[in-house]
T-cell receptor, first 114, second 115 residues
Framework: DQQVKQNSPSLSVQEGRISILNCDYTNSMFDYFLWYKKYPAEGPTFLISISSIKDKNEDGRFTVFLNKSAKHLSLHIVPSQPGDSAVYFCAASVWGGSQGNLIFGKGTKLSVKP | NAGVTQTPKFQVLKTGQSMTLQCAQDMNHNSMYWYRQDPGMGLRLIYYSASEGTTDKGEVPNGYNVSRLNKREFSLRLESAAPSQTSVYFC??????????????FGPGTRLTVL
């Protein structure tokens, strides 16, 4: 059973509009969440993170929102650019917990059309 | 600063052959990880090393062995490759920050095909 779920395998957005990528988790012990971005034939690169003591974290065009009661987080990209086209992975862990317990979702492929 | 490097980039093996995937990081990180990614799947942890001299199993360790050669290097060995091990393998490293967060940084991957 998946502890981190990204239920949309793909998302298509027009350039300049908002992209919203969603992630749900089942383990209430998770308290640190990360988003990674992955281009084809490259390794994932860290994008943004949030701890459970916050409900929002912003970095430029990227904002992550956390709703602990719903066990849901989302990544907003505004405005979307063609270079944002990639696969986005949500990941979760226990803050300060044992090493190696970063759990990844299956990813959402974002396509931003010019 | 190369970050995390992996060799080789591509490899084709026959069933039963052995090989070692190499990984090195130059960020002075204590922890290193090996993941595999299969089509339509997220990254699944094979083994990790919290610090030099220690290794632990992840979610999918069967068929693999690891060696933490020193602080910089962490290798993954397939003793007898099977077609089910066809995958893209990613190495990552991380260090615990002062606030307890642990961001992992990934290498470019090794695409392995076992025939």
């Amino acid at each position: 059973d998946q502890q981190v779920k990204q239920n949309s395998p793909s998302l298509s957005v027009q350039e300049g509009r908002i992209s919203i990528l969603n992630c749900d988790y089942t383990n209430s012990m998770f308290d640190y969440f990360l988003w990674y971005k992955k281009y084809p034939a490259e390794g994932p690169t860290f994008l943004i993170s949030i701890s459970s003591i916050k409900d929002k974290n912003e970095d430029g065009r990227f904002t992550v929102f956390l709703n602990k009661s719903a066990k849901h987080l989302s990544l907003h990209i505004v405005p979307s650019q063609p270079g944002d086209s990639a696969v986005y992975f949500c990941a979760a862990s226990v803050w300060g917990g044992s090493q190696g317990n970063l759990i990844f979702g299956k990813g959402t492929k974002l396509s931003v059309k010019p | 600063n190369a970050g995390v490097t992996q060799t080789p980039k591509f490899q084709v093996l026959k069933t039963g052959q052995s090989m070692t995937l190499q990984c090195a990081q130059d960020m002075n990180h204590n922890s290193m990880y090996w993941y595999r990614q299969d089509p339509g799947m997220g990254l699944r942890l094979i083994y990790y090393s919290a610090s030099e001299g220690t290794t632990d199993k992840g979610e999918v360790p069967n068929g693999y062995n690891v060696s933490r050669l020193n602080k910089r290097e962490f290798s993954l060995r397939l003793e007898s490759a099977a077609p089910s091990q066809t995958s893209v393998y990613f190495c990552a490293s991380s260090d615990m920050t002062g606030d307890g967060t642990d961001t992992q940084y990934f290498g470019p991957g090794t695409r392995l095909t076992v025939l």
